[in-house]
């Protein structure tokens, strides 16, 4: 890969990271004490473990930049501590360290070398997608921005293999064809996103 192409690559993933996880601060702002407790579409998981998941996924991107690898066991945090709080000073302290990176490096996940953009956009997918976690766990209806939503499919469907099904990912929600790009990230992720009075073209 050219210099020219690396640094796109760079570029385009960060930004992709960026836009995920401005979206999902916008979710965390529905979270209040009492919604800690809800269940959330990740059926193993409360809202407080959802965010304790979220926490441990953007220390490991952290950990990505800051020393090139990705140890693969729980992270362990101040269980005192407010997770969204925690949550939202992670990702200002994630976006910081990575947008200081100024060329495409190898980073080391389970002993296989991987391309920051690889990372980046992989944690793109998990942070917005818990993010609509977040919004729906707290009862609202925050579709993931379209121009987000079709670059994540995108890279989702190169990046979500049969055998990550169902245990990293659910099994494949059947979505009409002409369903916008959110809903069929959605499904293909293995969520059911909210009935809405609209009709699909072609659906």
Known sequence: ??????????????????????????????????????????????????????????????????????GLYPRVFDPDEDPVVMLRNRACELLGAWTGVEREQSIVVGGH????????????????????????????????????????????????AAEDRPARFGHQVPVPAGAPAADRLLGFLGRESPVRPRCYPGG
């Open 113 to 160: 070398a991987l391309t920051t953009g690889i990372v980046t956009g992989a944690g793109a997918i998990e942070v917005a997608v818990h993010g609509w976690d977040v919004a729906r766990a707290c009862g609202h209806d925050r579709p993931i921005p379209p121009p987000l939503a079709e670059e994540l499919l995108d890279l989702s469907v190169l990046f979500v």
């Open 1 to 70: 890969m050219s210099h020219e192409r690396a640094t796109a690559a760079l570029i385009g993933g960060i930004g992709l990271l960026e836009r995920a996880i401005n979206y999902t601060l916008g979710s965390l702002r529905a979270v209040t004490p009492d919604a800690l407790s809800r269940s959330t579409p990740c059926s193993d998981w409360d809202l407080r473990d959802l965010l304790a998941h979220m926490n441990d996924s953007l220390a490991a991107l952290h950990e990505a930049v800051d020393g090139g690898a990705i």
